[in-house]
């Protein structure tokens, strides 16, 4: 018994750890963050009052502000609007997206996402995902070829493409747009769109010159700003990709503001930059060796950029050829992202949604989850019933778990005689003690193994309720509008009766109380340990985690609640069927009980 607390003593103060990161760093990190946006917010409105010209006095779009890779970009300073108004456009509408493409470079520059909005309101603004490069969040995708000395003018950031008179991208109306070089080159570049967010650029290139010319082309996914919420250390927010033979390839802004990230020459996979729930990535030809590299640039306009560079295709006089790229640019929707790495043997596409390294796990139980989720209509239902499933399938190891408990408790009379009996002979009492665990058939840790192997279960729980958008603006019932989001009830002003907000730190809303208490019961289930210190522990524990959970994701700590809810039952259950007193009531008495006091 003795070495069963220990073990939990040594895994609640991990997790403790973890949750007082969260709790002490992370949360004012970001409450920080939050002010220091809208007092960024209330200074360009007001520099905006001030000069209500500038914005209509912004020259138009320079060759440097359209730079191949690596090159200078000027400062943007346009608004969205004006951006948009100063080229060319053709328009993108379909059922999940809107926007444009800049006919100036082809440059995927205008996109929003249709069943996405920025908070829960209905009514408010939906998700803006690409915007131009003349503006301060531009963030955009382009595909073009490297300049060679016989080729002429090759397509990049300043190419004026041709489209068709009134030409519209649909998911059933693709568009070609075309370019001609002083060479006599002609590009034909046909775009396609399907009904979510995987366009398809294919460049058929033919050469009407007299001389063979050498092409290569080029792809990038550039962006000026990184996300203003800072990252937690459970999601990879930053540049992503898999290439060839080397694997998945995760790297934080903050390594490549140090140095660029140059990745050996690869064949097949894809490359980007990844958000949380959003993301834009360019998959090259599957067939054809590239480079690629992660780099931030400081000359002039600041920016991120993943970009990558095919070999050379030789193209004689007469002769065409045709180049195949895929541009991602959306909401990571687990079947979609299947869907197209299926679909488009793209390798390894569904590690864009950063399952975690419980991998096995984590995407599995998403797929339960899921599942339940469409037969009831309701991500918060679909986590009790997950719960329900996984508690089924651990029933056998906690039955273990109690049935090693009883055996310890049936022992433990013979326990305190071989203690007597070797006092400090420490390595003595070991032996006896491993004698007599082998003679009663005992396993001293077997009641640790459901504890341990139901961490990376929980974390992986943890994942899918974070990371996934499918929880994005998921509803339960009441008063939870977004399980992806923390309660938003606190005691403090009595769950919203009183008429002042409190610090974002005193929020305690109603599922955190109703999981401490839950969590008190359960502890409260077996003896209160003997020793001070443990005993401290173990009646303070629900307290610290009631605070500390308050701030994590609605729908995390209503799993807890509930899975801390059928614990209490399932250990009822088992202890009574082993015949090991159920202490929660005795130990219920005892806390509200008042101590006698010492005799003198």
Not at 149 to 164: C, M, Q, R
Not at 561 to 570: D, E, G, P
């Given at each position: 018994?003795?070495k069963?607390?220990?073990y939990?003593?040594?895994?609640?103060?991990?997790v403790?750890i973890?949750?007082?990161?969260?709790?002490l760093?992370?949360?004012?990190?970001?409450e920080?963050?939050?002010l220091?946006?809208e007092a960024?917010?209330a200074?360009?409105?007001t520099?905006?009052?001030a000069?209500?010209a500038?914005?209509?006095t912004?020259t138009?779009?320079t060759?440097a502000?359209?730079a191949?890779p690596g090159q200078?970009q000027?400062?943007?300073t346009?608004?969205r609007?004006?951006a948009l108004?100063?080229?060319?456009?053709?328009a993108?509408?379909?059922?999940s997206?809107?926007?444009?493409?800049?006919?100036?470079g082809?440059?995927?520059?205008d996109?929003?996402?249709?069943a996405?909005r920025?908070t829960v309101?209905?009514?408010?603004?939906i998700i803006?995902?690409?915007?131009?490069a003349d503006t301060h969040?531009g963030y955009?995708?382009?595909?073009?070829y490297?300049?060679d000395?016989?080729?002429?003018?090759?397509?990049?950031?300043?190419?004026?493409?041709?489209?068709?008179e009134?030409?519209?991208?649909?998911e059933?109306?693709?568009v070609t747009?075309?370019?001609?070089?002083?060479?006599?080159i002609?590009?034909?570049?046909?775009?396609a769109v399907?009904?979510?967010?995987?366009?398809t650029?294919?460049?058929?290139?033919?050469?009407?010159?007299?001389?063979?010319?050498?092409?290569?082309?080029?792809?990038?996914i550039?962006?000026?700003?990184?996300?203003?919420?800072p990252?937690?250390?459970?999601?990879?927010e930053?540049?992503?990709?898999?290439?060839?033979?080397?694997g998945l390839n995760?790297?934080?802004?903050?390594?490549?503001?140090e140095?660029?990230?140059?990745l050996d020459k690869a064949?097949g996979?894809?490359?980007?930059?990844t958000d949380?729930?959003?993301?834009a990535a360019?998959?090259p030809?599957?067939?054809?060796?590239?480079d690629?590299?992660?780099?931030h640039?400081?000359?002039?306009q600041?920016?991120?950029?993943a970009?990558?560079k095919?070999d050379a295709v030789s193209?004689a006089?007469?002769q065409?050829?045709?180049?195949?790229n895929?541009?991602?640019?959306?909401?990571?929707?687990?079947p979609?992202?299947d869907r197209?790495?299926?679909?488009?043997?793209i390798?390894r596409f569904?590690?864009?949604?950063?399952?975690?390294?419980?991998?096995?796990?984590?995407?599995?139980m998403?797929?339960m989850?899921?599942?339940?989720y469409?037969?009831f209509?309701n991500?918060?239902?679909?986590i009790?019933i997950?719960t329900?499933?996984?508690?089924a399938?651990?029933f056998?190891?906690?039955?273990?778990?109690y049935?090693?408990?009883a055996n310890?408790?049936k022992?433990?009379?013979k326990m305190e005689?071989?203690k007597?009996?070797?006092?400090?002979?420490?390595?003595?009492l070991?032996?006896a003690?491993?004698?007599?665990?082998?003679?009663?058939?005992?396993?001293?840790?077997a009641?640790?193994?459901?504890i341990l192997?139901?961490?990376p279960?929980?974390?992986?729980?943890?994942?899918v309720?974070?990371?996934?958008?499918?929880?994005r603006?998921?509803?339960?019932?009441?008063?939870i509008?977004?399980?992806?989001?923390?309660?938003p009830?606190?005691?403090?002003?009595l769950?919203?009766l009183?008429?002042?907000d409190?610090?974002h730190?005193l929020?305690?809303?109603?599922?955190p109380l109703i999981?401490?208490?839950t969590?008190?019961?359960?502890?409260?289930?077996?003896p209160t340990?003997?020793?001070?210190?443990?005993?401290m522990?173990?009646?303070?524990?629900?307290?610290?985690?009631?605070f500390?959970?308050?701030?994590?994701p609605?729908?995390l700590?209503?799993?807890w609640?509930?899975?801390?809810?059928?614990?209490?039952?399932?250990q009822s259950i088992?202890?009574k069927?082993?015949?090991?007193?159920?202490?929660?009531f005795?130990?219920?008495?005892?806390v509200?009980?008042r101590?006698?006091?010492?005799s003198k």
């Open positions: 018994m003795e069963n607390r220990n939990f003593v040594a895994i609640a103060l991990s403790l973890v949750l007082a990161w969260q709790f760093y992370m949360n004012p990190r970001l920080k963050q939050r220091a946006d960024l917010k200074q360009q409105a520099e905006q009052a000069n209500p500038a914005n209509g912004t138009p779009a060759t502000q359209g191949l200078t000027a400062q943007a346009a608004s609007e004006e108004a100063k080229t060319p456009r053709l993108i509408d379909t059922k997206v809107s926007g444009s493409v800049n006919l100036t082809a440059r995927f520059d996109l929003k996402l249709k996405y920025e309101d209905p009514n408010s603004p803006t995902l690409l915007n131009p969040d955009f995708a382009e595909i073009g490297i300049p000395a016989n080729a002429g003018t090759l397509p990049g950031p300043t190419t004026v493409w041709t489209a068709p009134g030409a519209k991208l649909t059933t109306t693709p747009l075309t370019y001609t070089n002083e060479k006599g002609t590009f034909a570049r046909t775009i399907d009904d979510r967010y995987m366009f650029v294919t460049d058929k290139v033919t050469n009407g010159g007299a001389d063979a010319v050498a092409l290569s082309s080029y792809g990038r550039t962006r000026y700003n990184k996300p203003t919420t990252s937690v250390y459970v999601l990879h930053g540049f992503i990709g898999v290439f060839g033979d080397q995760e790297t934080k802004y903050s390594k490549v503001e140095t660029p990230v140059t064949t996979g894809w490359l980007g930059i949380k729930y959003w993301a360019i998959i030809p599957q067939t054809t060796a590239y690629a590299r992660f780099s640039f400081t000359d002039g600041p920016r991120y950029q970009d990558f095919d193209l006089a007469g065409s050829v045709e180049v195949k895929l541009i991602f640019a959306g909401a990571k929707e687990v979609v992202i197209y790495e299926a679909e488009y043997s390798p569904d590690r864009m949604i950063d399952w975690g390294w419980f991998y096995f796990i984590t995407k599995p998403f797929k989850m899921d599942f339940f469409r037969y209509g991500f918060g239902v679909a009790l997950t329900i499933v996984v508690k399938l651990f056998p190891l906690a039955s273990k778990q049935a090693s408990m310890m408790k022992v433990q009379p005689e071989l007597a009996k070797f006092g400090d002979d420490r390595m003595g070991q032996k003690m491993m004698e007599l665990y082998k003679q009663e058939k005992i396993n001293p840790v009641g640790c193994w459901p192997l139901q961490i279960v929980f974390f992986a729980l943890y994942k309720i974070y990371i996934t958008i499918e929880m603006h998921a509803p339960f019932f009441g008063w509008h977004d399980l992806s989001a923390p309660d009830t606190t005691l403090f002003n769950f919203g009183l008429p002042y409190v610090p730190f929020h305690l809303g109603v599922w999981m401490g208490v969590m008190f019961l359960q502890m409260r289930m077996n340990p003997p020793d001070p210190t443990q005993a522990l173990f009646t303070w524990m629900p307290v610290i985690f009631t500390m959970l308050a701030s994590f609605a729908g700590v209503i799993y609640a509930w899975n801390n809810t059928l614990s209490i039952t399932q088992i202890m069927r082993h015949g090991v007193k159920i202490e929660l005795d130990n219920l008495k005892g509200f009980r101590k006698p006091a010492p």
